[in-house]
T-cell receptor, first 118, second 116 residues
Framework: DTEVTQTPKHLVMGMTNKKSLKCEQHMGHRAMYWYKQKAKKPPELMFVYSYEKLSINESVPSRFSPECPNSSLLNLHLHALQPEDSALYLC?????????????????FGPGTRLTVL | AQTVTQSQPEMSVQEAETVTLSCTYDTSESDYYLFWYKQPPSRQMILVIRQEAYKQQNATENRFSVNFQKAAKSFSLKISDSQLGDAAMYFCAYRSSAGSARQLTFGSGTQLTVLP
C-alpha cells in the first residue's frame, strides 16, 4: 500500500461548526504532515508529527487542532473557522529516518480535503 | 533560510514537444535534496523526480529529466514528448539534509498547459 488517504474529499461548514479531517497511511511512515493550500499557490506547512509527537507547529491559529492517535492516523480538528480558512488541506507522510543522507525522505501526499467555510 | 524560485508562472507546450521548467534556489548548505512535484487538476501532489545534491549525475525518470547545476543553484525539469496528461501545476521543492529536517521549501509553481 503506497498511498495516503484523506476523508472527506469535500467539506462545507459554518463558522460555528466543529468538524474533523482524517488522514491515514499504511506505509510505515513515522512522520506525518498537514498543509494548507490556496488556489494556484504552493502548500503551506501547518503541522508536523514525528513518531506520533508534534514536532512543528507553524504558528497555526488554535482553531486548528491536530491529533495523531497512532502511527498510521492523523486528524485535524476544526472549530470556529473563518471564511479565509477555506482551502485545500493536504496530508503527507514520509519515512523520517532522522534526516542526514540516510534517505530522500520524500513526502507522499494524499488527495486533499476541499474545505469551504461559510 | 532557504528559498526556491520558479520564475515562470505559466508555460505551454505542444503535444509531443519538449519543455523545460526553471527552478533556482538559495542555500548555504552543501548537502540537500531537490524534488519536482506535479499537481494536476485532480489536486493530488505526485512526486515526479528527485535529486541528491552530492550526486553529480542528473536524475532521469522516463520522459522526465533534470539539469542540476549545483554551482549555479539551478534545478530545471525537462519534459520530453509532452503528453496531455502532463498538464498540471509543477512545484520545485528543497529539503535540507541537516539534522532532523523534514520541511520542504516549495517554489511558487509553474502552470503547464499542453496543447493538442
Amino acid at each position: 500500500d503506497t498511498e495516503v488517504t484523506q476523508t472527506p474529499k469535500h467539506l462545507v461548514m459554518g463558522m460555528t461548526n466543529k468538524k474533523s479531517l482524517k488522514c491515514e497511511q499504511h506505509m510505515g511512515h513515522r512522520a506525518m504532515y498537514w498543509y494548507k493550500q490556496k488556489a494556484k499557490k504552493p502548500p503551506e506547512l501547518m503541522f508536523v508529527y514525528s513518531y506520533e509527537k508534534l514536532s512543528i507547529n507553524e504558528s497555526v491559529p488554535s482553531r486548528f487542532s491536530p491529533e495523531c492517535p497512532n502511527s498510521s492516523l492523523l486528524n485535524l480538528h476544526l472549530h470556529a473557522l473563518q471564511p479565509e480558512d477555506s482551502a485545500l488541506y493536504l496530508c503527507a507522510s514520509s519515512q523520517d529516518l532522522g534526516g542526514g543522507r540516510a534517505s530522500y525522505n520524500e513526502q507522499f501526499f494524499g488527495p486533499g480535503t476541499r474545505l469551504t467555510v461559510l | 533560510a532557504q528559498t526556491v524560485t520558479q520564475s515562470q508562472p505559466e508555460m505551454s507546450v505542444q503535444e509531443a514537444e519538449t519543455v523545460t521548467l526553471s527552478c533556482t534556489y538559495d542555500t548555504s548548505e552543501s548537502d540537500y535534496y531537490l524534488f519536482w512535484y506535479k499537481q494536476p487538476p485532480s489536486r493530488q501532489m505526485i512526486l515526479v523526480i528527485r535529486q541528491e545534491a552530492y550526486k553529480q549525475q542528473n536524475a532521469t525518470e522516463n520522459r522526465f529529466s533534470v539539469n542540476f547545476q549545483k554551482a549555479a543553484k539551478s534545478f530545471s525539469l525537462k519534459i520530453s514528448d509532452s503528453q496531455l496528461g502532463d498538464a498540471a501545476m509543477y512545484f520545485c521543492a528543497y529539503r535540507s539534509s541537516a539534522g532532523s529536517a523534514r520541511q520542504l521549501t516549495f517554489g511558487s509553481g509553474t502552470q503547464l498547459t499542453v496543447l493538442p
